[in-house]
């Protein structure tokens, strides 16, 4: 297998200066190395793991990697920000720091750093834990794996995006703190419940914000004190590398209700998904909301007619376009509820970020989730459920919009890579039309738009559909690219995500004129390297 990095600057770089045995190379022979290209072998294993066994216990200190430096050749140097002054960002991996908070793979992600650099990617996004950060007691903080990842960032010359990430992810899996899951266990009402009583338990439920839940604390406090030692912990980093600090808003740290937690197999239809107010408090909340307008016996439970997970929206009278409940008053009444409480956690969670990082020189941002499926009919069932009331007789985003504004926020959008001609056509989905939307609301009340593309498996089209959402009305300031790993830099991806970042550097450029470019800066950057034996060396797997 054979990789072409292919960067924007053309600086010279020996061989050896990029580590990238680091990187988990294990090729017979690198025929020239600058900014502009290597070739070697990548030695991945097939399951998408990264081929570095070794798993050793980093501290800042420990941790070490010589600063990228950039030089010029030919008068001409690298670009940090790409097109319309858009910055680009690569997502860490996931469990890039593991529950014994080791540094997973430390010397590839150190090398891949520099590749990253090299490109002239501006930064990376690191995700966060609470469940690995604070998992054996309430208020007790260990940072010591992603202090080490900061130092890394930094001395790759790299900026970074800080994810908080308030829930639990089941691939891979990292749980929520222990001592939560063991609340959770004689108190299952902290969490999201379904109409059969099923918890979700990868999140708290939203009903329990301001609820002394968590061993006398609410855990909106809980989070408060989570940001305040993140905070004193990488103060020193706090505008300088740490560019900005996205809170987590709910599942997948998405504003929104775990509505489609269960998803369609065997490629079926995407299904409406599930109303997720069966938890004792939400319940509670609903009752009270019922008897406070005059109508008690709205107040009972979610709408008895209301589709289930898997379920098309003519399975049930709520949802249908014509003559469904959700246009009736009873509609109305539960729909605006529903809604209401997510607007307020948002609002809630924003406001603690903001009030936190105030004095801090850092941007402050939530995730609102694309939810496309059945977009195109009247009801928009997939919305409802996730708690956006947003139908064709009323924008539920404008709303969305008001809180992010009020707090100050970023809003990050995904799927900016998602066409509708590749979407189930049985689904009347538009990502296209409903982007569109949200991010029209975004003008209007002046949130800035921050992008991520829906996965790094890649969307047919992908990366033109990326770029064209990146054009217009210069509305996306910076776009995170999901996310690195053994598949992220394989020769089946990165020498297309190679092309995509030349060509937002170079936008007027076709793809033939690129690789013309390529082949043309790689013969001057071959002759600008020393000859030596540092121009080919042996690359193994560390």
């Not at 899951?181 to 999201?192: A, L, T, V």
């Not at 056509?425 to 939307?437: A, C, N, R, T």
């Amino acid at each position: 297998m054979e990789v072409s990095l292919i960067g924007s600057s053309q600086s010279k770089v020996g061989a050896t200066e990029l580590g990238y045995r680091e990187l988990g190379f294990c090729s017979s022979k690198v025929e020239s190395l600058n900014v502009v290209s290597l070739r070697s072998k990548v030695c991945f294993d097939q399951i998408g793991k990264w081929k570095i066994n070794t798993r050793l216990r980093f501290t800042p200190k420990a941790v070490k990697s010589e600063p990228v430096r950039s030089t010029e050749v030919s008068g001409r140097s690298r670009k940090s920000k790409l097109l319309n002054g858009v910055k680009l960002y690569v997502g860490l991996p996931l469990d890039i720091v593991s529950d014994c908070n080791t540094v997973n793979h430390a010397r590839a992600i150190a090398a891949g750093l520099k590749a990253l650099k090299l490109l002239g990617v501006e930064g990376v996004e690191l995700p966060i834990w609470w469940g690995i950060v604070e998992q054996e007691a309430m208020g007790k903080y260990e940072w010591s794996g992603y202090l080490a990842i900061a130092e890394m960032v930094k001395n790759a010359g790299l900026k970074l995006h800080v994810s908080l990430c308030f829930h639990a992810s089941k691939e891979p899996q990292i749980p929520l703190p222990a001592w939560v899951s063991q609340i959770g266990e004689s108190e299952p009402s902290i969490f999201f419940t379904d109409r059969s009583g099923k918890c979700y338990k990868e999140c708290l439920s939203l009903a329990v914000d301001e609820l002394p839940v968590l061993n006398g604390k609410t855990p909106v406090q809980v989070y408060n004190d989570f940001c305040e030692s993140f905070k004193s912990s990488f103060l020193s980093s706090m505008g300088s590398t740490i560019q900005g600090i996205s809170i987590g808003l709910g599942p997948d740290g998405e504003l929104c209700y775990p509505s489609h937690h269960q998803k369609a197999k065997d490629n079926k239809i995407p299904g409406v998904g599930e109303f997720q107010c069966y938890d004792k408090n939400m319940l509670s909340n609903l009752k009270q909301h019922a008897e406070a307008t005059g109508n008690p016996c709205w107040g009972l439970g979610g709408p008895h007619d209301a589709s289930t997970y898997d379920q098309l929206p003519t399975s049930n009278s709520f949802f249908k376009d014509n003559g469904g409940s959700w246009e009736s008053p009873y509609g109305d009444f539960f729909l605006s509820w529903y809604s209401n409480q997510l607007l307020n956690h948002g609002d809630r969670l924003l406001s603690m970020a903001s009030s936190v990082f105030e004095d801090t020189e850092v941007e402050v941002s939530g995730k609102v989730p694309l939810v496309h499926s059945w977009n195109r009919t009247r009801s928009h069932p997939s919305e409802l459920t996730s708690g956006f009331y947003n139908t064709c007789l009323r924008d539920g985003y404008e709303e969305v919009a008001q809180v992010f504004v009020k707090n100050s926020s970023t809003m990050i959008l995904p799927g900016m890579d998602l066409l509708d001609e590749h979407q189930h056509h049985g689904s009347l989905s538009s990502p296209e039309l409903l982007l569109k939307q949200i991010k029209k609301a975004c003008r209007r009340h002046g949130v800035e738009i921050s992008g991520q593309n829906s996965s790094v498996s890649g969307a047919p089209g992908g990366f033109e559909q990326i770029k064209k959402n990146l054009l217009s009305e210069n509305m996306v300031n910076l776009f995170t690219y999901q996310r690195m790993g053994a598949y992220f830099f394989s020769p089946d991806h990165f020498p297309s995500f190679t092309m995509f970042v030349r060509s937002l550097n170079q936008p007027q450029l076709h793809s033939d004129d690129l690789r013309r470019e390529e082949e043309e800066e790689e013969e001057e950057a071959v002759g600008a390297i020393p000859k030596s034996s540092e121009s080919s060396i042996n690359m193994q797997a560390a």
